[in-house]
Each structure stands twice: as structure tokens, then as C-alpha cells.
């Protein structure tokens, strides 16, 4: 399974993104499909995961109430809603996906996602 992200971009404080994640062909519903990010000279972090089947999601509490994870299965896509953005946010997010919410086996190449002061 290929993974392409899209929608990245520059965003001022306070705006809004929403990234897309298309797989090239069907996950399995046992299956989650997570969000990480990494920031300049920091470790990459998990941000939140949705389970491909039930739809059942987690999201860190750094990013808790701001952003939403949302999945179309018709469309092989996950999506990322990102409001209320922070200088803190930007860093280049990644789309994953894999057996378990960090566990993963396909990674997509990243879309970066900047948000100025």
C-alpha cells in the first residue's frame, strides 16, 4: 500500500488545514490509519489514529478539541481537519498506516504544514 499526503501549507495562527492521506488500495479494517508529526530538531510524535473498520479515533491532548480525524473508506483517504493552529504545529506531517495506532507498516512521505505568529 502506497500512502500520498496532501494539503500542507503555510497557515497564520488561528487559521485552518485539512490534510489528506490517499491509500492506493483498500486497508484493512483491522487496519488504524495515524497522523504523526515532526517538528524542526525534534523526534517525530503521534498525533492521533482512527481505526479503518470501526472508526473509533484517538487524539493526543496536545491537539485535543482542535484537530479531527476522519476517514472516507469509499475513498481509501484519511483526513486530518486541523483548526485553532499554533506556531507549535508546524512540523511536517506524515500519514501511517499499520496493526495497531503506532505500530505502523506504510508510511506516506509527509506534507508540511507551517503556521506563522
Known amino acids: 500500500v502506497q500512502l500520498q499526503a496532501s494539503g500542507g501549507g503555510l497557515v497564520q495562527a488561528g487559521g485552518s488545514l485539512r490534510l489528506s492521506c490517499e491509500a492506493s488500495?483498500?486497508?484493512?479494517?483491522?487496519?488504524?490509519m495515524s497522523w504523526f508529526r515532526q517538528a524542526p530538531g525534534k523526534e517525530r510524535e503521534f498525533v492521533t489514529t482512527?481505526?479503518?473498520?470501526?472508526?473509533?479515533?484517538y487524539v493526543v491532548d496536545s491537539v485535543k478539541g482542535r484537530f479531527t480525524i476522519s476517514r472516507d473508506n469509499a475513498k481509501n483517504t484519511v483526513y486530518l481537519q486541523m483548526n485553532s493552529l499554533k506556531p507549535e504545529d508546524t512540523a511536517v506531517y506524515y500519514c501511517?498506516?499499520?496493526?495497531?495506532?503506532?505500530?505502523?507498516?506504510?508510511w506516506g512521505k509527509g506534507t508540511q504544514v507551517t503556521v506563522s505568529s
Open positions: 501511517a498506516a499499520g496493526p495497531s495506532p503506532r505500530g505502523m507498516n506504510y
Open positions: 488500495g483498500p486497508i484493512l479494517n483491522t487496519y488504524y
Open positions: 482512527i481505526r479503518w473498520g470501526s472508526g473509533a479515533t
